[in-house]
């Protein structure tokens, strides 16, 4: 069985002798980074700094969670949509300059399977509009490094990642910042004085879940149970169980308190201990990739973007589905493989291309449970179903 669900419970017990910022600031080679309690704290704080009576919109992809969107809003911004150009994985060029006008004060852009060409187009948009902001969510892509001043190919003005538990390196809870700007740093660091400790309820709620997931990526009990509950939940589409299989998407509203909680310290000896470990994770999940790629790139029936092209950590290797994607997905969970159908949701029905995404996507797995016999079996699947038509 191959199932998607995995979260990195490794322990640490030497981390003591180094902290979160430590790893992070010496795996970048730079110290202008920040700490925050959620990767959608990051945001919040960068819009709130950067938002004026004069220039409060913000252009954005609506492809993201629900709670990126609610972000934006509490924040203070009003936001402008421009649908997602498939074959870059950005929004579209040409629809992004003619939303630009006096009032807009940030693009943010959602890395999913980003080209590298189209981020140097988008970044030159600072050479004519100044004052506006890029903003890169890189939630899904910690450890991404192009150059020593930038994590892509996007010359951003702040970027910031996520260490929820379900990404590939995590503290439980938190998030970090990076700010190109160093009068801007010291600014937002100010602001970080008044922040609080987490909550205990709040901790006790995330560590609940987390162990749901970690139960839900143990081998016994997933075969032994698990994998036929969500088979059933899957194929028959039940919504009241999908909220525990895709929490992200259907999350409540959010509490500005939240975003005021310092980063919490308990998830600490879950994160890598130096660069070299991330490294070493994040060129197995590529090998794995330029497998998949290699395997299923002669399929007319699927759309696939070479790993070398795109800025992604491919925390998962997204292929796009042209036909049949339900009757695709049947088939492979009664081949026992159980994949992810998109890291995130379309916010906004009018917007064509990012609703086709959101539902005609698979994320195939790269994670250590993952080896490369299971690369090719899932390859061969796939490829069998459309022979099979």
């Given amino acids: 069985m191959i199932n998607r669900f995995f979260i990195k419970f490794k322990i640490n017990f030497f981390f003591k002798k180094q902290s979160v910022k430590e790893v992070v600031s010496n795996y970048y080679k730079s ?20 938002l004026c009576k004069e220039r409060n919109e913000v252009i954005t992809s609506p492809l993201t969670l629900p709670a990126i969107i609610e972000t934006i809003k509490l924040a203070g911004a009003k936001i402008k949509y421009v649908d997602i150009d498939i074959n870059t994985g950005l929004p579209n060029f040409t629809e992004l300059k003619s939303k630009i006008n006096s009032k807009t004060n940030s693009i943010l852009i959602t890395h999913l399977y980003s080209d590298k060409k189209k981020l140097k187009q988008i970044s030159s948009l600072k050479n004519k509009f100044k004052k506006i902001n890029i903003i890169e969510d890189l939630a899904i892509n910690f450890g991404i490094k192009n150059s020593k001043n930038k994590f892509t190919s996007l010359n951003a003005d702040y970027s910031f990642f996520s260490f929820n538990f379900m990404k590939n390196f995590h503290t439980i809870l938190g998030g970090a910042l990076y700010i190109k700007n160093k009068k801007k740093l010291k600014d937002l660091r100010l602001k970080q004085l008044n922040f609080i400790d987490f909550d205990i309820i709040t901790i006790i709620k995330t560590l609940l879940k987390c162990s749901i997931i970690k139960i839900f990526s143990n081998k016994f009990f997933f075969y032994a149970f698990l994998f036929y509950l969500i088979k059933n939940i899957e194929i028959k589409n039940i919504k009241f169980f999908k909220k525990f299989i895709y929490p992200g998407f259907y999350a409540g509203k959010l509490n500005k308190k939240i975003f005021y909680f310092k980063i919490n310290n308990l998830g600490k000896i879950f994160f890598p201990r130096n660069k070299n470990e991330i490294s070493e994770d994040l060129n197995k999940r590529k090998k794995k990739s330029l497998l998949y790629f290699k395997n299923l790139h002669e399929n007319n029936n699927l759309i696939l973007f070479k790993p070398d092209n795109i800025e992604s950590i491919n925390l998962e290797y997204l292929i796009i589905v042209k036909n049949d994607f339900k009757k695709l997905y049947k088939f492979l969970l009664d081949r026992n493989i159980y994949l992810r159908q998109h890291w995130y949701k379309n916010n906004s029905e009018k917007m064509k291309n990012s ?4 539902q005609n996507s698979l994320l195939l797995p ?6 490369e016999t299971n690369v090719i079996y899932i390859s061969k699947v796939i490829n069998k179903f459309y022979e099979t038509l």
């Avoid at 790269?366 to 080896?371: D, G, R, S």
């Fill in 366 to 371: 790269t994670h250590q449970n993952i080896n």
């Fill in 31 to 50: 110290n202008n980074f920040l700490y925050y309690s959620y990767g959608r704290a990051c945001l919040f704080h960068v819009l709130k700094k950067e």
């Fill in 355 to 358: 609703n086709f995404l959101s």
